[in-house]
C-alpha cells in the first residue's frame, strides 16, 4: 500500500501517500482542503538510511484517521489557519 484516503468531518478527504521526496528519500505526504483554501500538503521527511527507510515504512502503516487529523490540526495551528 502507497496511500491511505480517510473521509473526515473536518477536513473532508485526506490523503496520506508515502513516497520518496526529489533527492529520492523517504517521505509521507498528507494533502487535505481547510476550509475557504486549496488544497494543501505536508510532508515528514527522512533520511536516506536504511534505519529512517524502516522507521518511514513503520510509520506509515500506523497513520490512522485519527493520527491524520492529528498531523493536520499541528500544523494549521503553527500557520494560523485553523
Known amino acids: 500500500m502507497f496511500a491511505k484516503i480517510f473521509e473526515t468531518e473536518k477536513y473532508g478527504q485526506i490523503l496520506v501517500k508515502f513516497d520518496e521526496s526529489d533527492e529520492n528519500t ?3 505526504r ?10 494543501c500538503s505536508l510532508a515528514a521527511q527522512y533520511k536516506d538510511t536504511e534505519k529512517d527507510r524502516e522507521l518511514s515504512r513503520d510509520y506509515f502503516e500506523k497513520v490512522d484517521e485519527f493520527s491524520a487529523i492529528a498531523v ?5 495551528a503553527a500557520l494560523g489557519f485553523q
Open 26 to 28: 523517504p517521505e509521507i
Open 30 to 39: 498528507f494533502y487535505f482542503k481547510p476550509t475557504d483554501m486549496g488544497v
Open 72 to 76: 493536520i490540526d499541528k500544523a494549521a
